[in-house]
């Protein structure tokens, strides 16, 4: 398939898994809405006053479960989680750019 990703009709990058990846989405920052549901114990504020979810000190957002790479609160995660499509453009993109910045290091 000379490099070019499979896409879909609805714009998914087809070979992207969660299975290959290190979680790079659980790493973003993820404002916490009035609206979800989330248990306010995995709750932080940032510098503006924003309530996100909270990152351990991996860098990982910390409702991940870390024996098996998955959430633990998958039925109460944020609505940007839920919003989140793998393969999406946006997952892609950040895939690359974690890639980029891990993988081969500035020397």
């Known amino acids: 398939m000379s490099g070019i990703p499979l896409r879909l009709h609805n714009g998914?990058?087809?070979?992207?898994?969660?299975?290959r990846c290190d979680a790079?989405?659980?790493r973003l920052t993820v404002v916490v809405m009035p609206e979800d549901q989330v248990p306010r114990?995995?709750?932080?504020?940032?510098e503006h006053?924003?309530?996100v979810m909270a990152?351990?000190?991996d860098g990982w957002c910390?409702?991940?479960d870390p024996l098996r790479m998955c959430c633990s609160i998958y039925d109460q995660r944020p609505g940007i989680c839920r919003k989140f499509a793998m393969g999406s453009e946006y997952c892609v993109d950040?895939?690359?750019i974690y890639r980029n910045r891990y993988d081969h290091?500035?020397?």
Do not use: K, W, Y
């Open 41 to 46: 114990h995995l709750v932080d504020r940032n």
């Open 62 to 64: 910390v409702a991940i």
């Open 49 to 51: 006053g924003v309530e």
């Open 12 to 19: 998914i990058d087809a070979s992207v898994s969660c299975s």
């Open 105 to 107: 290091p500035p020397t």
């Open 24 to 26: 790079v989405c659980c």
């Open 55 to 57: 990152h351990g000190e």
């Open 94 to 96: 950040e895939r690359r």
